[in-house]
């Protein structure tokens, strides 16, 4: 069964971090790589970080050497630490494998950018 939670979310200024965390299930966080994504509202989802089972990560441009995903292998969770935050980062996250398909999403995590 395909379960996934995140949390961490919360209203922060720009400039400020913070460090979303998503819980997986045991099957889903061994096998596939895993991402996170983000919905702003009116616009569609997007990917702005991976990282496989072996660790290597990549991340959208308009978030590099801003955010960092990590793993947690003992813990089948994955993070995703934003630093420097702008207003543009304003959405909810969601984590999810990118190569799966038809599973649920979980219900995300609102992260909102504003002074």
């Known amino acids: 069964q395909v379960q996934l939670a995140e949390s961490g979310g919360g209203l922060v200024q720009p400039g400020g971090s913070l460090r979303l965390s998503c819980a997986a299930s045991?099957?889903?966080?061994?096998?596939?790589?895993m991402g996170w994504y983000r919905q702003a509202p009116g616009k569609q989802r997007e990917l702005v970080a991976t990282i496989t089972t072996g660790g290597s990560t990549n991340y959208a441009e308009s978030v590099k050497g801003r955010f960092t995903i990590s793993r947690d292998n003992a813990r089948y969770t994955v993070y995703l630490q934003m630093s420097s935050l702008k207003p543009e980062d304003t959405a909810v996250y969601y984590c999810?494998?990118?190569?799966?398909?038809?599973?649920?999403w979980g219900q995300g995590t609102q992260v909102t950018v504003s002074s």
């Open positions: 999810y494998p990118p190569g799966l398909t038809g599973a649920s």
């Open positions: 045991r099957i889903i966080f061994s096998m596939y790589t």
